[in-house]
């Protein structure tokens, strides 16, 4: 789509994107990532890699200050869905979609962690450790619900990213109940059903980061990230799929209710 044009009344006047951007992207492995249009046989690397750019031109067109790294050329083809899906949203939407969880934990993942930290309000990560969502698919998922992107570059680091996970079939804790419940939740709780981490964005850039050799903690918190690069973090080894154990550890840190 030339969203633009297809979706005229969409983003002209006063509504200037969608309410609502949900979707299941394509899952394609870095290696398979091409030009759809040209026959399999007649691909080759040199074309792969000018499609990536221009995927990556694409995003940058609308959130060029906010990416401070180049995208990394493993990443899978759903993570560009993200970005173009997030671009599409207007100034109140809400983007939700239903992925491989492999962001979350390997390299190619921590491009699009910094964006979400810095620009996005990472509202819910969901997982589920009793049933997968795609019983024929041979992926684990997670399924996400952001904020549209703020106006400015820092304006996520506010806000608390919250970690969900349902330790039953999504069809025996989804209700109307479980889920105010778990809107409410500011630091940590944990059911039979379900448990929830509410950490800030702040803190989640902050584990991810890195800075240069010789540098003071005092430097560090006067830098405000301006100082290093992030480097990614294992959001779902840590505060998705992390057993309780771990967390009643942790818990004079994070306050764990248990129940």
Known sequence: FVWDIDFAEIFSGEMHGFDIVIGNPPYVRQEKVAPPLVPKGEVTNEMKTDYKDKLENSIRAHFDKRLPQRLDKKSDLYIYFYFHGLALLNPKGTFCFITSNSWLDVGYGKNLQEFL?????????????????FSQADINTVIVVFSTPLKTRGDGLLNSARFVLFKKPFEDVITAENLIEIESVEDALNTDSYRIISVPQRKLLDEGWEYPDGISEEQKKASNFNIG??????????????????????QKNINLVPI
């Open 117 to 133: 930290l810095e620009s996005v309000h990472v509202k819910a990560i969901y997982d589920n450790s009793a049933k997968r969502s």
């Open 229 to 250: 690069k992030y480097t990614g973090n294992k959001w779902g080894g840590k505060y998705l799929r992390a057993p309780d154990i771990y967390w009643d550890i942790m």
